[in-house]
């Protein structure tokens, strides 16, 4: 609701009256859906973080791993040695990332295309996609 009611004025004030957080939130959201990317591009995206969680769960349910372990050399130096749990790994990909999701996300990328037979491009797609994610959280 406006009240413009001179045809010269270039801008209008907005009635704020009831806005609410909540409201303004859901239009936030419905806003960053619809402007964010294209449908296929989010769709894509969804898929890969479909497919890693699931990916992960059969990881973590099939392993019989340590329980601490660490990210390999080859980590950035912050991350490099960085201990981390079973528990860490079960939730690398939830919207927070944690201590294991570098080792994780390098682990999926890797048996999406040495496993899978995949390119380049999948991996890069894996990468843009949880870094958007992450960043966006």
């Known amino acids: 609701m406006t009240s413009c009611s001179a045809p010269q004025r270039k801008y209008c004030r907005t009635n704020v009256k009831g806005s609410s957080v909540?409201?303004?939130e859901q239009l936030k959201q419905a806003s960053k859906r619809?402007?964010?990317?294209?449908s296929n591009s989010s769709n894509g995206y969804g898929g890969y973080i479909w497919r890693g969680k699931e990916w992960l769960k059969g990881l973590v349910?099939?392993?019989?791993l340590e329980s601490t372990l660490e990210n390999p050399r080859g980590c950035p130096d912050s991350l490099e040695?960085?201990?981390w749990t079973m528990a860490d790994l079960a939730h690398a990909f939830d919207i927070k990332p944690n201590r294991a999701s570098p080792w994780a996300l390098a682990s999926f990328i890797s048996w999406k295309c040495f496993e899978n037979n995949l390119g380049k491009?999948?991996?890069d797609g894996a990468h843009a996609t949880f870094k958007k994610y992450w960043d966006n959280s």
């Open 34 to 38: 619809k402007h964010g990317m294209a």
């Open 22 to 24: 909540a409201n303004t």
């Open 81 to 83: 040695g960085v201990k």
């Open 61 to 64: 349910e099939g392993s019989k």
């Open 121 to 123: 491009s999948t991996a």
